[in-house]
């Protein structure tokens, strides 16, 4: 699949499982599938940005799974539009294998491609965009931050008629630009070539705060009132310091902040920067609809790709299922396969009514039943075993390469024989079993991460965070030592939003009996208290000060 093409045809549904085995079905035609909503005006463009190194593979993510279901034959309705994530790009100058595969590796590392990920999705909608559509976009992890990033570009700068391609190089430079003499020319640059477009619903998982080795800051990726409904699945259980998430920023009037005393050049350049911002935001007329909620697991359960494809229950199926819920709440229009929601996502579909049926209550676990204590995920490497096997890759690396040169390189074999599937369950024991699913951090599993926690990192304060400055007394030197993600005063403000399905982990027993084992890796940062882990007593209860229960 190429990572910057629209996706136009009714292509076959192919679920692959574990053992290598996958099961393939074509629709004969369009009408034999059934789509909801069926009732709609408008056309919707759906624009879907992968996660760090993701792209169509074994183990897909939300976006590749979120994609999959989407309708895509009929472009009078909808359009559907894909971008593999960063660290998959290469530029198609770099044409040799081994430079693509070092192109690829630095875009990871430094997201050096980050430019060429936003004008990708820009250039989709200067070509496609028309009066009256839809504009809905979503991302997992550093796609997350390119969407945002899109987002951000449309506020700044607008979007070019259809056709301009000589100005999107422009276009960007206008608005990664942050001087003074940047900002004025953005405005006179959008009221001269662009149109005014909002977007509908942005929605993604896990923002990651560090797009690579190396930080870099967009303008409105922060808050963008631009965007209708912003939607966004966070991770409780991360660790990674590289890793950490980047919340949706309130309006300044909810922030409370202690003035600087003496503010230095840089940050009054920013503080210029923030007022622009809001002063570009305000026009707008109304403020953005948004929802941050937490759900169990770490950055690849909740935005996918911990499990190979067709494994039938993990964690990551639970934040799908609410995205596509939130997308119909927000009355987005996006189309979707009802029967691959209900038989691939686990969502209960009203087909008379052509809809999603109310979501049914949650169910408890049964502490009598193996089948629903929280399953152990026992497949941890040690870290010397994992540098071992860095090592060898490491050596080995020269002669395999050499191999794939001359050979072409060996394509895997996928065994096509069918296998049955699971029999779909109501959304309730879906979500109980996806609830009790493992956790796979990925901290443990390789030792260079490990490395990282004691390695230390510069990291922004809070009142940088919010106040959108960059000074360099902004910035603190810390050592992770692998704790949970520290969760700021401005976010606990809100009122934390815990997943529903949190509370199922939370009562049920492990794979060897004992209770109270599951405990929240975040550290949140109470009144005049330290930011720390709280307990399992503080997380297994029915009404909280500081966090509510979500739906």
């Known amino acids: 699949m190429s990572e910057t093409t629209p996706l136009l045809e009714n292509s076959p549904t192919i679920t692959a499982y574990s053992d290598g085995s996958a099961t393939e079905y074509t629709p004969s035609s369009a009408s034999s599938r059934t789509w909801i909503p069926q009732a709609r005006s408008d056309r919707t463009l759906v624009l879907c940005f992968d996660g760090t190194g993701d792209q169509f593979d074994q183990d897909n993510s939300n976006i590749v799974q979120f994609l999959a279901m989407l309708r895509k034959d009929d472009t009078s309705k909808q359009l559907v539009y894909y971008q593999a994530g960063i660290g998959t790009y290469t530029n198609p100058v770099l044409v040799t294998p081994v430079i693509s595969q070092v192109s690829e590796t630095l875009d990871e590392m430094f997201a050096w491609n980050l430019s060429a990920h936003v004008k990708g999705g820009y250039e989709f909608l200067m070509q496609n965009y028309a009066a009256g559509d839809k504009i809905c976009i979503f991302g997992f992890s550093r796609g997350a931050y390119t969407a945002r990033a899109l987002a951000g570009m449309l506020q700044k700068v607008g979007l070019l008629p259809v056709c301009n391609h000589q100005q999107l190089p422009f276009a960007y430079t206008m608005y990664a ?33 560090s797009v690579g080795l190396v930080p870099r800051s967009l303008p409105f990726v922060g808050t963008n009132s631009a965007i209708r409904f912003f939607r966004h699945a966070l991770s409780l259980d991360e660790r990674r310091a590289k890793f950490m998430p980047s919340f949706y920023i309130q309006s300044a009037e909810n922030v409370h902040l202690t003035a600087s005393p003496r503010p230095a050049p840089v ?156 029999p779909f369950l109501d959304e309730d024991v879906e979500e109980l079993q996806d609830a009790l699913s493992p956790i796979y951090d990925q901290l443990p599993r390789q030792w260079y991460w490990r490395v990282l926690e004691w390695i230390p990192l510069h990291v922004k304060k809070q009142k940088a965070l919010v106040a959108q400055t960059d000074n360099e007394n902004d910035y603190v030197w810390t050592i992770n030592k692998g704790r949970g993600r520290k969760v700021f005063r401005h976010v606990m403000d809100r009122q934390l939003k815990i997943h529903r399905s949190v509370k199922t982990r939370l009562e049920a027993l492990d794979a060897a009996g004992k209770a109270g084992t599951y405990i929240p890796q975040i550290r949140p940062k109470l009144t005049h208290e330290p930011a720390r882990r709280m307990t399992h007593q503080d997380w297994n209860v029915n009404e909280s000060t500081w966090f509510k229960w979500w739906d």
Not at 189 to 206: A, M, N, P, Q, Y
Not at 294 to 312: I, K, L, M, T, Y
Not at 319 to 345: S, Y
């Open 177 to 209: 630009r942050d001087d003074e003499e940047g900002l004025k020319l953005s405005v006179m640059f959008k009221r001269t070539f662009s149109i005014d477009v909002k977007i509908e619903f942005l929605g993604v998982w896990d923002t990651v705060a």
């Open 267 to 422: 940050r009054r350049q920013t503080s210029q920067i923030k007022a622009y911002e809001d002063e570009e935001n305000a026009k707008s007329g109304f403020t953005t609809d948004v929802l941050e909620v937490w759900f169990a697991g770490v950055h690849c359960d909740v935005g996918g790709g911990s499990v190979r494809n067709g494994e039938r229950h993990s964690l990551a199926r639970i934040p799908l299922r609410w995205m596509i819920r939130e997308c119909f709440e927000a009355k987005t229009g996006i189309i979707f396969d009802a029967h691959m929601l209900q038989n691939e996502v686990g969502m209960n579909v009203d087909f008379d009514k052509m809809s999603l049926k109310p979501l049914p209550p949650r169910l408890s676990p049964r502490p009598e039943l193996k089948t629903q204590h929280i399953q152990p995920n026992d497949d941890i490497p040690s870290f010397f075993s994992s540098l071992w096997k860095f090592v060898w890759s490491a050596v080995s690396f020269p002669f395999i390469l050499l191999t794939s040169l001359i050979t072409g390189g060996r394509k895997p074999s996928i065994n096509l024989e069918p296998r049955l599937r699971s």
